[in-house]
């Protein structure tokens, strides 16, 4: 853009001077470079927006110029015209910048306000004199750094170039090392691309997940579901048998005193679980009634009031989904926990497990989170702290539903072994960070381990896993979920088939979820509360009912 010399005023003169560099040149006469703006039939042929020598003057500069000076004259004094203008001015600006308001510009006091700070300068600066190609040839004086373009600066009228970032780069072209790469893929929320996105070098690649179709690109055809519709009539006699097997798993009868033989006296083949904190072993009662009983290793005596306490009362709990505590044993050497047996493992076990995952779908997901969700915010309401969840104490039954089991189990852990019980259980991948520092708001640091185990459920990767080994930080779930999901990698570490099921606004909304949970200060966590009403929702929005015109009354389940 040209510099231009402007005048403003009446009657007035701006005269400048300069020199250039390129031939060696220099001017100060009067009619090289001359700007007059007169006022003669006063101040009404001042027009706003013209700077035509009425009021105000403007001329352009020449290229090349290294130097100059600006002076203002008067051509008569201005006490004629103090009415409406006492006085003028000449300055330099670029030539967008200054827009002549007219009358009210030429009796503004606050004029030179308008120019000193809002009418900028432009200084056309380039390196050399040199061109880009014959630069390139002196790697040691070439200013251009690495990722850079060179652009032949023509317009100065001394030739020289100047350097300037490559597309899809940005940073400080003329300073070591140069330009990085612009990750357009960091910003889930204005990603160019509405599912996966790839960096690559000054660029990136948009793509879409297994069982969609299209460009990828927000801009282009995005991504679209390519599935057929699938709808699952379920007659009113299933629904209503569901309902009798529900009904009567609540209403089981209550045992008062469960205890004892059942185990085979703590035979190996009845092992069916290891932890840090003890063994569990199936058992079968006379009636029966199957059961698991666990054997605790350690035993904290500090704690075991503050634990037969916590069991009282969860004796007295009801809750479909937690693990039912049947009974237990203190007088024994070490104590001994019966719990109701549930049939189809641990969450830890189906998830990782890859063969027979046909129960792994998004509703199925969403239902085990929302359930355990509930369950925890239940048992914080009472209050009761779990102090170690992680998937391998969510338990499944034979319909899926997630029961958590060994509440208040941790009390039992002294101090001292806590952190040798939590490596033993692998347990470390949902601890806290905050854990030993804080203990303030110990139900936040159960929304922690949650957070783990949503983001476990999702992704289907271990907490801790060694093949993540060769990139320290992401050998833990938490922080490789929280990269993922910062740099937009989200849908390349979700789960393939919640990507074929879920909307992909629902599994960002679950995975911010995952993310506040996981916030380093507890604070920042949500209650359990919020989570599962989070949770809730978004089941809201997986399922629907729709009555159906069937007369006898058919209903269809559609999953979305
Ligand atoms: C301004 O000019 C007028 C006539 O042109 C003159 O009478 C007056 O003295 C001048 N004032 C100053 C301050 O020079
Ligand atoms: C011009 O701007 C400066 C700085 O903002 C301010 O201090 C000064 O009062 C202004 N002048 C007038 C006349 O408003
Ligand atoms: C650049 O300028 C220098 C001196 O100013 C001169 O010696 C040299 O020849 C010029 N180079 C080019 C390529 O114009
Ligand atoms: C990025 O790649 C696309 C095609 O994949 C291309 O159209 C576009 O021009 C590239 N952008 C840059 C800055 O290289
Ligand atoms: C220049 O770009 C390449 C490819 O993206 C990258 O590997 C290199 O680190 C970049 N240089 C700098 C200084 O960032
Ligand atoms: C889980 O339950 C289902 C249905 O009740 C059954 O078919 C399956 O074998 C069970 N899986 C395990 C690992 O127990």
Not at 238 to 254: K, N, Q
Not at 296 to 307: A, G, H, R
Not at 482 to 508: C, V, Y
Request: glycine share 6%.
């Amino acid at each position: 853009r040209c510099k231009q010399a402007i005048v403003v005023g009446c009657n007035d003169l701006a005269r400048y001077s300069g020199s250039f560099e390129n031939p060696p040149y220099s001017f100060t006469t009067d009619d090289e470079a001359k700007c007059r703006s007169s006022c003669k039939s006063g101040a009404k042929n001042v027009v706003a927006g013209q700077c035509n020598n009425v009021g105000c003057c403007q001329t352009s500069i020449s290229k090349g110029m290294i130097q100059y000076q600006i002076s203002h004259e008067y051509e008569s004094n201005h006490t004629t015209m103090s009415s409406y203008n006492p006085c003028g001015y000449s300055f330099l600006a670029d030539q967008e910048s200054f827009k002549f308001r007219g009358v009210s510009d030429l009796n503004d006091p606050n004029f030179i306000n308008r120019t000193v700070y809002d009418a900028p300068l432009v200084l056309v600066w380039v390196i050399s004199n040199d061109t880009c190609a014959n630069a390139k040839l002196d790697p040691e004086t070439y200013a251009c750094k690495e990722n850079t373009t060179c652009v032949n600066a023509d317009e100065s009228g001394i030739g020289g170039y100047r350097c300037t970032c490559a597309p899809g780069y940005k940073g400080h072209p003329y300073l070591s090392p140069g330009c990085s790469d612009i990750n357009k893929c960091t910003d889930l929320d204005s990603s160019p691309c509405s599912m996966k996105c790839t960096n690559t070098p000054g660029n990136y690649t948009c793509s879409c997940p297994t069982g969609y179709v299209g460009d990828g690109r927000v801009d282009g055809t995005s991504c679209k579901r390519q599935f057929p519709t699938i709808k699952v009539a379920l007659g009113v006699g299933f629904g209503s048998l569901f309902l009798l097997i529900v009904g009567s798993s609540l209403f089981l009868a209550r045992r008062r005193r469960i205890m004892k033989v059942a185990t085979k006296n703590f035979k190996d083949e009845q092992i069916i679980g290891r932890g840090g904190y003890g063994t569990v072993y199936k058992g079968i009662l006379l009636d029966r009634q199957i059961i698991a009983v666990k054997k605790s290793k350690f035993v904290d005596e500090n704690q075991i009031e503050q634990f037969i306490n916590e069991l009282n009362i969860l004796g007295q709990t009801r809750h479909p989904n937690v693990v039912r505590l049947l009974g237990c044993c203190l007088e024994v050497e070490v104590p001994l926990l019966v719990d109701e047996f549930i049939s189809n493992g641990t969450l830890f076990d189906r998830i990782h497990n890859k063969d027979g995952t046909s129960w792994y779908s998004w509703s199925n997901c969403l239902r085990i989170a929302m359930d355990s969700a509930n369950a925890l915010a239940y048992i914080h309401s009472i209050p009761i702290i779990h102090r170690d969840i992680k998937s391998s104490n969510i338990l499944l039954d034979d319909s899926y539903t997630a029961k958590i089991s060994d509440f208040g189990a941790s009390r039992l852990i002294p101090l001292h072994e806590t952190h040798l019980s939590t490596v033993v259980q692998g347990t470390l991948g949902y601890l806290d960070p905050e854990y030993f520092f804080s203990s303030q708001l110990p139900e936040k640091s159960d929304v922690y381990s949650f957070g783990v185990v949503l983001a476990e459920l999702l992704t289907r990767i271990r907490p801790l896993s060694p093949e993540r080994e060769n990139e320290e930080q992401i050998q833990n779930l938490a922080t490789y979920f929280i990269k993922s999901m910062h740099e937009d990698n989200l849908f390349n570490i979700l789960d393939s088939q919640l990507i074929m099921e879920a909307t992909k606004e629902q599994l960002i909304s679950i995975s911010k979820l995952v993310i506040r949970c996981l916030s380093i200060k507890g604070e920042e966590r949500p209650t359990m509360k919020e989570v599962a009403m989070d949770l809730g929702e978004l089941w809201k929005q997986t399922t629907y009912i729709i009555p159906s015109e069937n007369q006898e009354g058919t209903i269809f389940i559609d999953s979305l």
